[in-house]
């Protein structure tokens, strides 16, 4: 089946660092989401890239979705703590399912 | 707002009950999905359902069944539990549309098969 691999599986900044975490696959992507899941909350959607080469931006947060559908980028800058959490891509397959990511917790020290 | 809810937060089993958990979702959307999240290993798609009655195996079926008898109500049952199925279990919802299928989740039921 589709496989999504994302990293890197943990990261701890500073507050104010910068903060990516990469999505890859093997196959085309049709789009990409993104959620955000807090410490003890449920998965959250953030965002849905579909155009090659799509840009979005979301106050701090940029999501980019590469030439060839085949990778994906969240880009956080200057982090704060309240980016805490674990930061999942997911890539649609078929009827309407999700493959995610296994997902990269970002850690804010203040 | 939109809303999916699960019928526990926390949940202490023994080994070879039956478990039922519950996910209702009042945005009437079609499509009804049950993971696990285990730490590690992500999000895993267990069964999901795009229409009543329908069901889909995921990638971890083995060990659960599910029903879908009304729209807005998907349960996931263990039919006989096991140790190595306590995890995080969440619901999500999303609508039948082509090119845009954001999914909403529940708050989880943490399992805990003794």
């Known amino acids: 089946g589709q496989q999504v691999m994302q990293i890197p599986q943990y990261q701890h900044v500073q507050e104010g660092e910068d903060f990516t975490t990469y999505c890859n696959s093997s196959?085309?992507?049709?789009?990409i989401q993104w959620y955000k899941q807090r410490p003890g909350g449920h998965p959250v959607f953030l965002i849905q890239l579909v155009k090659s080469g799509e840009v979005k931006k979301q106050k701090r947060l940029t999501f980019q979705f590469g030439e060839a559908k085949k990778n994906s980028s969240l880009h956080i800058t200057a982090t704060q703590t309240t980016d805490v959490g674990t930061y999942f891509c997911a890539a649609r397959g078929s009827n309407y399912k999700l493959t995610f990511g296994k997902g990269t917790l970002l850690t804010v020290n203040p | 707002d939109v809303k999916v809810t699960q019928s526990s937060r926390y949940l202490v089993k023994r080994t070879g009950e039956k478990v039922f958990l519950e996910c209702v979702q009042d945005m009437d959307h079609e499509n009804m999905f049950w993971y696990r999240q285990d730490p590690g290993l992500g999000l895993r798609l267990i069964y999901f359902s795009y229409d009543v009655k329908m069901k889909e195996k995921g990638d971890i079926p083995e060990g659960y069944s599910v029903s879908r008898e009304k729209k807005e109500r998907f349960s996931l049952i263990l039919e006989s539990a096991s140790t190595n199925q306590t995890s995080m279990y969440l619901c999500?919802?999303?609508?039948?549309?082509?090119?845009?299928?954001?999914?909403?989740f529940g708050p989880g039921t943490r399992l805990t098969v003794l």
């Open positions: 196959t085309t992507l049709s789009n």
């Open positions: 999500a919802s999303s609508l039948e549309a082509p090119s845009y299928n954001e999914q909403f």
